[in-house]
């Protein structure tokens, strides 16, 4: 890669869906093919740890034997496979298992720091690390940990200054890592620039204290990360910041798959256009892409291949006619065609994509909450400012027609094409609902529910099949218990609502409670949570 060392990406393995190691083998070597020559498989506890018998148990965890497959498969065509696991916060999965929840961790997800057992556990994982990875370059993750030193750790110890506390445990943690022949460690660098929850970027150079910056570990890179910055300012301060902090600086972009079952390739494009020649400017030569899957894991990773061809075809100076030409010969694919998997959340055009007032630089994510919004609590969709639907329809039959040309993805394809036959029906259904209730007209919502409910439960049935194809072509079967449940609700939430407006219309009960409580503005365009979309009752 001409402006780039490193040129990468990272999978998230461990929000419910771990991808299998043919689907991994079949993304690698398409990326490989675009320019990129580092992969990394975010996995929290889903991989197999030596005397470590609960970590990453039922959780379809890799194997040693499927790392090392993975490994080797990966240097094949060129990509070196670094380890990407976690030695300070977002390991909740352990707490479920006794065997952690009581002995390593502070507070949250946050592993207890001057604890023995901790160190054990580190100790362990890094002895596996050495035996299945050929790379001796490791992320060590440590972001987000912002109560550190303010739980268990605090009740012990009492307050202790919790940037010495974060360098003293980095600094222990480098030295297990070196133990096993790590030499070259990296983490995130948002502790440093807030230790409190909120935006850790900035428009506004930073110094830091020399207690600091002289015990930050000389093999230890920081990884800058920022998947929604808008402007140039903040990418060059950012990348000078954290300069400071390290000889290595590290940049992590997005290639948008969290939160969402549609991939946000044109949101992710727009930013890392902004972030790469920042980059290129101020001499960042490391550079990857993560692929989150925040809350269930229900996006495929594929779906974002335009966006990865963008980036690395933007990093090489490619124009757009010889990228969509090169993203043909290497994918067998259309560019454009594959762009269509965004779709589903822009139902106001395809051009429009509605950013949240709540959360800046966010983007839409309205095909999972109209989705699973509640038909009768309408707190998502009885809010939509539209009252037209037929976006869907126009996306539905080209996304089919997509699915029917496609060798290669026409799953995909044809699991955005269902889901966009859901939201034909669903995306208006809560408003249309309350609209007839509120005028009492009990032969509409006769119409309603013999009608829309049924034809949405009907149609829910057929994307569940698609979806889970989909899942299970790049896959681990593991965490499908999970969607089983999602939209097995789902379904059975809508013919609970569908019998109960029978009953109403038949005048068997009087009021239906839901309806009758007033809406509340919610705009919110960008909210990922499962359980905040269904319910307020959810806890």
Known sequence: MKNFDYFGVLIDCSRNAVPSVEGLKRFFGTIAKMGYNMAMLYTEETYEVENEPYFGYKRGRYSMDEIREIDRYAASVGIE???????????????????????????????LIDEPRTYELIENIFATL???????????????????????????????????????????????????????????????????????????????????????????????????GTDEARYNAMILSTQKLTSETWFSGGAWTWGTFSPHNRYSIKRNEIALPCCI??????????????????CAYEAVLPALMHAASFAQGLPDGEMKKRFLEITGENFDDLMDLDLSNYIFGENVLVESPYFQHSASNYAKTHLYDDPFLGTMSANLATDDASVMEE???????????????????????????????????????????????????RALAENDYTECIKLTDVFYRAFRSQWYAINKTYGFEVQDARLGGLVRRLDSCRERLISYANGEIPEIAELEEKILPMDDTYITSWAEMISANYS
């Open 81 to 111: 496979l670094v380890p990407c696991i976690q030695t300070l916060a977002h390991l909740a999965p352990l707490k479920r298992w006794r065997a952690y929840r009581n002995t390593v961790f502070d507070i949250d997800d946050i592993l």
């Open 130 to 228: 050495e035996k299945t990875f050929t790379s001796r370059r490791v992320h060590i993750g440590m972001d987000e940990a912002h109560h550190v030193g303010l739980g268990k750790y605090l009740d012990k110890h009492g307050f202790t200054d919790r940037y010495a506390l974060l360098l003293k445990h980095l600094n222990r943690v480098c030295e297990i890592a070196k133990k096993h022949g790590f030499e070259h460690t990296m983490m995130a660098n948002d502790l440093f620039f807030n230790m409190s929850p909120g935006v850790f970027c900035s428009t506004d150079v930073r110094d830091f204290p020399q207690e600091i910056t002289n015990n930050v570990p000389e093999n230890c890179g920081m990884v800058y990360w920022d998947y929604f």
């Open 281 to 298: 400017k101020n001499g960042v030569r490391n550079v990857f892409f993560t692929l989150w899957g925040d809350d269930g894991g229900v």
């Open 395 to 445: 996306y539905s039959s080209r996304l089919h027609a997509l699915a029917e040309k496609s060798e290669k993805y026409s799953i995909l394809y044809k699991t955005q094409a269902c889901l966009c036959d859901v939201l034909l029906k669903k995306l208006l259904l809560a408003k249309k609902t309350r609209t007839a209730y509120s005028s009492r007209d009990k032969q509409a919502l």
